[in-house]
């Protein structure tokens, strides 16, 4: 399957923990295919002094669907993630966004593919156009270009490599 995943965060050494999260996702999901650019972006949803770094990586995996989470959490808070408390959103040393498997369509009480708010998020979509701008969001049935075309975030988002 195709997995695509949002890495992010903005504590700490974060191009550190991209590439440690990267290398420990490579173990457990398989082949890497692809990684964008690292992206620089105000933090969305909340005031904090430090930007987020973000980056979108591709790899082919056969783990299945319903693993991939516990998976990423585990990977999260191996490289220093504190348990989220609620829904409200806070700096971070790391954050792993599963975006697409496939062509999955999925919402569990824990898990939506692809991710609810990937459509709303500049600093999402920005990445993703960098080797994905043709692929269609298989529940709105747009490509990632017009998605970003169409996102009503203002949010500046720089690439910064």
């Given at each position: 399957?195709?997995?695509?995943?949002?890495?992010?965060?903005?504590?700490?050494?974060?191009?550190?923990?991209?590439?440690?999260?990267?290398?420990?996702?490579?173990?457990?999901?398989?082949?890497?295919?692809?990684?964008?650019?690292?992206?620089?972006?105000?933090?969305?949803?909340?005031?904090?002094?430090?930007?987020?770094?973000?980056?979108?990586?591709?790899?082919?995996?056969?783990?299945?669907?319903?693993?991939?989470?516990?998976?990423?959490?585990?990977?999260?808070?191996?490289?220093?993630?504190?348990?989220?408390?609620?829904?409200?959103?806070?700096?971070?040393?790391?954050?792993?966004?599963?975006l697409f498997v496939?062509?999955?369509?999925?919402?569990?009480?824990?898990?939506?593919?692809?991710?609810?708010?990937?459509?709303?998020?500049?600093?999402?979509?920005?990445?993703?156009?960098?080797?994905?701008?043709?692929?269609?969001?298989?529940?709105?049935?747009?490509t990632i270009s017009?998605?970003?075309?169409?996102c009503k975030d203002?949010?500046?988002?720089?690439?910064?490599?």
């Amino acid at each position: 399957m195709r997995l695509i995943l949002l890495l992010g965060g903005n504590q700490n050494d974060v191009r550190a923990k991209l590439k440690l999260a990267i290398e420990k996702l490579g173990l457990e999901f398989g082949d890497l295919i692809y990684c964008s650019s690292y992206y620089e972006s105000e933090p969305w949803g909340f005031e904090a002094s430090q930007r987020f770094i973000n980056q979108v990586v591709e790899f082919y995996t056969l783990v299945p669907v319903n693993e991939l989470l516990a998976i990423t959490q585990r990977i999260e808070k191996e490289l220093g993630r504190k348990e989220k408390v609620g829904t409200v959103y806070e700096s971070r040393p790391i954050d792993i966004d599963i975006l697409f498997v496939d062509d999955v369509i999925m919402e569990a009480r824990d898990l939506t593919i692809p991710h609810r708010l990937l459509h709303e998020r500049r600093f999402t979509l920005l990445p993703l156009t960098e080797h994905w701008s043709e692929l269609i969001h298989p529940k709105l049935q747009k490509t990632i270009s017009e998605l970003l075309d169409e996102c009503k975030d203002e949010g500046q988002v720089v690439k910064v490599n």
